[in-house]
């Protein structure tokens, strides 16, 4: 079954063919139909157009999207800013507790080998 595709209005010409578009536009691959949000107004939009008349709002739109895409960007930079502080003061902590457990191990072996409590206890076994 073919799809019907409605006819141009009377009253405008088509720039390209240079013929009313009711004659041209339902036989030409730009003449489409949209169907959404006006991204000016928030009506619905239920038409069909030359691609090259819808181009204006597509426009529109494609920047408004972007803006929040960029906007969504920068958020979640800055959270991943956040969370990449708390994890290197983390590690930081992590060592120093590290570095510390193992200078007390040391101190207590030197203090052991001074007492000789480390050699009577490997020759024992």
Do not use: Y
Request: proline share 6%.
């Amino acid at each position: 079954m073919k799809k019907q595709i409605p006819h141009g209005p009377d009253d405008l010409s088509c720039p390209m063919w240079r013929e009313p578009m009711s004659k041209v536009c339902h036989t030409c691959p730009l003449w489409v139909h949209i169907r959404g949000r006006d991204p000016q107004s928030s009506n619905e939009v239920d038409e069909w157009n030359c691609t090259l008349a819808f181009m204006p709002k597509l426009l529109i739109e494609n920047s408004a999207m972007q803006r929040s895409t960029a906007a969504a960007v920068e958020t979640l930079s800055g959270e991943v800013k956040k969370a990449d502080g708390v994890s290197n003061a983390m590690v930081g902590t992590l060592l120093t507790l590290v570095n510390r457990t193992l200078d007390q191990a040391q101190a207590t072996s030197r203090a052991l080998e001074g007492n000789g409590v480390v050699q009577q206890l490997l020759e024992k076994h």
